[in-house]
C-alpha cells in the first residue's frame, strides 16, 4: 500500500475519532443542564383578603325601671286610643278583609317565636318575634287591619312604635309593634326578644318593626300558628 493511500485513510480516521468526541461531549453537556420551565403572565389572581367585619353603634336605652307584674288576659293588648271610628270598630268587631292580590304574607311562628315575611314564594324578611304569655297570642288567619306610627296602650301606660293591628277582641285590638316604651322613657323587654314576654301582641326588634311597618299595608294577611 502506498505512503499515499496510508495518509488518507490516516486523516479519515482522525475526523471520525474527533467527530465521536464531540457528539460524546455535547452530549453530556446537555444532559448536565437543568430544563427551564417557561413562565407565562397569568390572566388572575389570588389575593386572600380579610373579611369585613361591621360593628353596629349601640342604640343608647334607658334601663326599665319598671317591669308589669300584672297577669294578661288571655287575648288582650291594649286599648288604642285614636278615634271614635276605631271606637266604632271595636264595638262592631269590624275586620279588613285578607288581601292575597299583592303577593305578602306574613308568617309568625310560635313554637319558634320567630316571623317570616314573603313576597310570593320569597323569604324576604326573618325576624326574632316574642308573642303572649301564656299563650296569649290567638292563632289563625288575620290581616293587617291599621297601622298607627305609635300607638298607646293606656292598660300598661305604654307606647307602642311601628302598630300593625292583627285582630280584635272584645274593645282590644292585638297587633304587632316594636319593643314598647314605658311612660318614663325606658324600652321594655328589650333583653327577652326569642321569649314569650307580651300581653298577646308579637313583638319585634324596634329595627325589624319599622321595616315590616313601612313594607306592609292594610288587607296583608298574617297567619299565626303554633
Known sequence: MSSRVIGFLL???????????????SSQALGS??????????AFAVAELAKPTY?????ATIAPTET???????????VIVDSPIRAMAAESQAEVPVSYSSGKYILVDISE??????????????????TGMNNATRTGTFSVL???????GATWDLWMPNWLGIYWAGSLENGIHALPILSNGATLWSGF????????????????????YEWAEVGVPVEIQW
Open 193 to 212: 326578644l326569642g321569649s314569650p314576654i307580651s300581653y298577646g301582641c308579637v313583638v319585634l326588634d324596634t329595627f325589624d318593626a319599622q321595616v315590616l
Open 55 to 59: 360593628t353596629p353603634s349601640p342604640i
Open 68 to 78: 308589669p307584674t300584672n297577669t294578661p288576659e288571655a287575648v288582650a293588648e291594649a
Open 11 to 25: 486523516a479519515v480516521t482522525i475526523m471520525l475519532l474527533g467527530a465521536v468526541a464531540w457528539t460524546v461531549t
Open 33 to 42: 443542564i437543568t430544563p427551564v420551565t417557561p413562565t407565562y403572565a397569568k
Open 113 to 130: 317565636q320567630h316571623m317570616y315575611v314573603y313576597e310570593g314564594d320569597l323569604l324576604v324578611y326573618s325576624f326574632i318575634a316574642s
Open 146 to 152: 291599621d297601622k298607627i306610627p305609635n300607638a298607646y
